[in-house]
């Protein structure tokens, strides 16, 4: 029975919707908090929790979770959605990408937390234990962060049991219009050791991560994917009605490579957020100062363009584009 769902404060009875703020420390100037909406649905189901808004100048996933739990019925809703719009609440307020201004730690690069550390960890160990915790699926919803333009993909960490990675695999498949990265243990595909995707999976819990977006913008392109994405999870897992057909083909991720400058100055990208580049293709120019091309930048194999670092001037070694090497999924 859902009646109610409850996350320490925050109490939704059968058929209702409520919203309220998590504690989670305290900084010189106040309370330390997350936004917490709990839907409960009219009927049995599965529990979903929804989390946006880790790396908080990500804002299309912040955009989606907040258009989600604004949308979602309980009237039509079998089973529960746990949603937190904004995780990291400082580094929205700030507008300060990658690490917390409060202890400069990376929320997806320290869990499962510790209960006893700094604030960042003690965050990562409250949304481990008592938000995502309290549902048996989850979803992660990111984009690239600032300087980053991203391809859309979802992701889910393999743990070697066979029925958990089955549900994982197939939530992915739903979510992502395209692209699947089903990352092995130490793989240098994400979902990585230390993001919360990975620890709620040996917790557990069905989890995925969910990009689309990034360099700090909010298109609305962007914030359907995701938002179309975890309707078609969702439907995928009986929560509302429809089906969760696939929307096109599908790959799955097999590494990543970075291509780097050689030579230093102003950077000509012709190359696009999801080309399908082939090896000794040319991607762009650098020029020196007086406008001399002193290096043709050329793809080191074939793939498809994931993300584009923003930056225009590099320096030797600086990255400038990291692509996707796939097969068919």
């Known amino acids: 029975m859902l009646s109610p769902v409850r996350v320490r404060d925050v109490e939704a009875s059968r058929g209702t919707r409520a919203e309220g703020w998590l504690a989670i420390g305290e900084a010189a100037s106040g309370l330390i908090r997350v936004p917490l909406v709990i839907i409960n649905g009219a009927e049995d189901g599965p529990t979903l929790c929804l989390t946006a808004g880790v790396h908080a100048t990500e804002y299309a996933p912040i955009a989606a979770v907040m258009e989600l739990v604004q949308s979602v019925d309980p009237a039509l809703l079998r089973g529960a959605i746990i949603a937190v719009p904004v995780t990291n609440m400082r580094m929205f307020e700030s507008r300060t990408g990658f690490t917390s201004p409060l202890d400069g730690l990376n ?3 320290i869990a499962p937390g510790r209960h006893d550390g700094s604030i960042s960890e003690i965050l990562a160990d409250v949304m ?26 979802a992701g889910y960490s393999l743990t070697g049991r066979r029925d958990l990675d089955a549900k994982g695999e ?22 990585f050791a230390g993001s919360l995707n990975y620890a709620a999976t040996r917790n557990g819990v069905v989890s995925i991560l969910a990009e689309a977006g990034g360099n700090g913008t909010l298109h609305e392109r962007d914030v359907r994917v995701h938002v179309e994405g975890a309707g078609n999870v969702m439907r995928h897992l009986g929560m509302i009605d429809g089906s969760s057909a696939p929307q096109g083909r599908r790959v799955a ?39 001399t091309v002193i290096e043709r930048v050329c793809a080191t194999g074939s793939g498809i363009v994931g993300l584009i670092w923003a930056h225009k001037v590099v320096n ?3 990255p400038i584009l990291r692509y996707w090497i796939t097969e068919p999924a």
């Open 253 to 291: 991720a097999r590494d990543r490579v970075i291509v780097r400058a050689k030579r230093a100055g102003l950077l000509r990208l012709t190359a696009q957020i999801g080309d399908e580049i082939e090896a000794g293709q040319e991607l762009g120019d650098i020029r020196d100062v007086f406008g």
């Open 128 to 153: 481990l234990r008592e938000v995502i915790g309290a549902a048996g699926y989850h979803i992660d919803f990111h984009a690239g962060d600032l300087g980053e333009e991203l391809y859309p993909f």
């Open 170 to 191: 197939a939530m992915a498949r739903a979510f992502t219009p395209r692209l699947i990265s089903l990352s092995p243990p130490e793989s240098t595909i994400p979902p």
């Open 316 to 318: 030797t070694g600086d």
């Open 107 to 109: 929320l997806n690069k």
